[in-house]
């Protein structure tokens, strides 16, 4: 029975990368209704303060977009609904690890191609035109 547990262990710890005291198991972007929800998950968090979620288009720079403390379940998920609200638009995401002493380690980077319905569309387009 060891054996067995020890081996599921090691299939699940196989695919978590660290990043300076934290240990991130998964880290995913999608586009869904309208906004870009951006989900990760943790095996382990130490000396953690806060996670920042940055985003930036192909071309442009990262610019930070939300701040998420830690939780006690480890999964953790942002909501970006600053997201452009046009369709193919494609956004790159990370997430900054900012640690208790200051110091500071950065995920590797998603992109998501982020779709619009056409009804999501016009209501924006009508906003926007109620503040030109």
Do not use: C
């Not at 262990?9 to 660290?18: A, D, H, N, Q, R």
């Not at 198991?25 to 906004?35: D, E, I, T, V």
């Amino acid at each position: 029975m060891k054996k067995a547990t020890y081996f599921i262990l090691f299939i699940i710890l196989s695919g978590v990368i660290t990043y300076a005291g934290v240990d991130l198991l998964k880290f995913s972007a999608r586009s869904q209704n309208g906004n870009v929800i951006v989900a990760w998950q943790t095996v382990t968090e130490s000396n953690l303060n806060h996670f920042v979620v940055e985003r930036k288009t192909v071309n442009g720079s990262f610019m930070e977009i939300g701040n998420v403390a830690p939780r006690s379940d480890k999964n953790y998920e942002y909501v970006d609904q600053s997201a452009f609200k046009t369709s193919d638009q494609l956004y790159v995401y990370r997430l900054k690890i900012i640690d208790n002493d200051g110091s500071v380690s950065y995920t590797d980077e998603k992109a998501v191609a982020h779709n619009v319905s056409s009804v999501t569309k016009r209501t924006w387009g009508s906003i926007k035109a109620l503040f030109r």
